[in-house]
T-cell receptor
Framework: GNSVTQMEGPVTLSEEAFLTINCTYT??????LFWYVQYPGEGLQLLLK?????DKGSNKGFEATYRKETTSFHLEKGSVQVSDSAVYFC?????????????FGQGTTLQVKP | SAVISQKPSRDICQRGTSLTIQCQVD?????MFWYRQQPGQSLTLIAT?????????ESGFVIDKFPISRPNLTFSTLTVSNMSPEDSSIYLC????????????FGSGTRLTVV
């Protein structure tokens, strides 16, 4: 079935370090891919998305490229800030039909230290 | 994108009781989704609620435990029935997926603790 796998956390970085959070997926058809962020005590916010191969989603300095050949959607940021500390979720929607259901990875906690 | 108002934001409930969570959307939407996020875990879809039809439940979730109402295109409720401490979680509603690739919007969540 369809699934999303993220790298284990927590990821601890110093401010201004480079961030990569790996995400790979298994899906039939052509899923849409998303990154969501959950700040402490808050709900989920859409960070970025991509709907087809080679699309690059970007927002707030974060980027992710839809790589169909490696079934990946890794999240990157060139210089993290303390305010980026949060839980990051990679997710997909079924590609074969528009059921609207999101399938989430397990989440990766990012801690950025000053 | 749609704006969702979810309430209550948190509650502490006695075991054996029920809690109803409400989600109000500022625009008409076809599909609404209810998720559960257990402590330190990812999100799991409970059910999909379409207006005018029975909710569709995912494996492991049943209507008797999680009854859902969807009386119109802007509102839905989820009830957590006969609660036990294992039901302590964050419950979130979501809308979206109307068209391929559209983002999904989430409510701020209801943090439920059952004692």
């Amino acid at each position: 079935g369809n699934s999303v796998t993220q790298m284990e956390g927590p990821v601890t970085l110093s401010e201004e370090a480079f961030l990569t959070i790996n995400c790979t997926y298994t899906a039939t058809g052509y899923p849409s891919l998303f990154w969501y962020v959950q700040y402490p005590g808050e709900g989920l916010q859409l960070l970025l998305k991509a709907t087809k191969a080679d699309d690059k989603g970007s927002n707030k300095g974060f980027e992710a490229t839809y790589r169909k050949e490696t079934t990946s959607f890794h999240l990157e940021k060139g210089s993290v800030q303390v305010s980026d500390s949060a839980v990051y979720f990679c997710a997909l929607t079924h590609g074969s039909s528009n059921t609207g259901k999101l399938i989430f990875g397990q989440g990766t906690t990012l801690q950025v230290k000053p | 994108s749609a704006v969702i108002s979810q309430k209550p934001s948190r509650d502490i409930c006695q075991r054996g009781t029920s809690l109803t969570i409400q989600c109000q959307v500022d625009s008409q939407v076809t599909m609404m989704f209810w998720y559960r996020q257990q402590p330190g875990q990812s999100l799991t879809l409970i059910a999909t609620a379409n207006q005018g039809s029975e909710a569709t439940y995912e494996s492991g979730f049943v209507i008797d435990k999680f009854p859902i109402s969807r009386p119109n295109l802007t509102f839905s409720t989820l009830t957590v029935s006969n609660m036990s401490p294992e039901d302590s979680s964050i419950y979130l509603c979501s809308v979206g997926g109307e068209q391929r690739g559209y983002g999904y919007t989430f409510g701020s969540g209801t943090r439920l603790t059952v004692v």
